[in-house]
């Protein structure tokens, strides 16, 4: 298993540009979440998804849109991005999202807008 | 409120025994997680208490008071690939993980 892959690793945007960052998990876990993490902060919650078809909004989730047309995948759209985006960014999945289930988290896309 | 307060940072001397700690103030308490962040990387999962008491798990033990809203992450037999961050979550309600900030432990030689 390859567990959960995020692409790309590295990008730089300009302000106002968009782009999608992938993720995807082979686990069949229903539960995927994306998370971003800024220096002297904990993780904070951008969108989840408890299942295909079905996404919420987490903490922190102007600016980012996700979708989840399959278990598998679980990519996260910024719509126009703004210095305030520049973050590294985690996608995480479990297999359900309720209590006691460890999350798998994957290796992370460092984004800088310029 | 949510709120959770671990120290910012810690050092440590290889060999020796270090105990990370964590409090918290959530609604609807539900357990908490302590995950392991090495530099650049992604966390990993390290434990879950959900009753009151110490759960070990070989080197790594951890320990949770609910009444106090408490919980300690104990290292021992420090190693060198033990400098990472930690970082304490609880959870609330059934879906909602809250986190710190995370402890970046420095293991001196």
């Known amino acids: 298993n390859a567990g959960v892959t995020q692409t790309p690793k590295f990008q730089v945007l300009k302000t106002g540009q968009s782009m999608t960052l992938q993720c995807a998990q082979d686990?069949?876990?229903?539960?995927m979440s994306w998370y971003r993490q800024d220096p002297g902060m904990g993780l904070r919650l951008i969108h989840y998804?408890?299942?295909?078809?079905?996404?919420d909004q987490g903490e922190v989730p102007n600016g980012y849109n996700v979708s989840r047309s399959t278990t598998e995948d679980f990519p996260l759209r910024l719509l126009s991005a703004a210095p305030s985006q520049t973050s590294v960014y985690f996608c995480?999945?479990?297999?359900?999202?309720?209590?006691?289930?460890?999350?798998?988290f994957g290796p992370g896309t460092r984004l800088t807008v310029t | 409120g949510q709120n959770i307060d671990q120290p910012t940072e810690m050092t440590a001397t290889e060999g020796a025994i270090v105990q990370i700690n964590c409090t918290y103030q959530?609604?609807?308490?539900?357990?908490l997680f302590w995950y392991q962040q090495h530099a650049g990387e992604a966390p990993t999962f390290l434990s879950y208490?959900?009753l009151d008491g110490l759960e070990e798990k070989g080197r790594f033990s951890s320990f949770l008071s609910r009444s106090k809203g408490y919980s300690y992450l104990l290292l021992k037999e420090l190693q060198m690939k033990d400098s990472a961050s930690y970082l304490c979550?609880?959870?609330?309600?059934?879906?909602?993980?809250?986190w710190g900030a995370g402890t970046k432990l420095i293991i001196k030689p």
């Open positions: 208490n959900v």
């Open positions: 995480a999945s479990s297999y359900s999202p309720d209590r006691a289930n460890e999350q798998y």
């Open positions: 686990m069949n876990h229903e539960y």
């Open positions: 998804s408890v299942g295909a078809g079905i996404t």
């Open positions: 959530t609604s609807g308490f539900n357990g």
């Open positions: 979550a609880p959870l609330e309600g059934n879906y909602q993980l809250i």
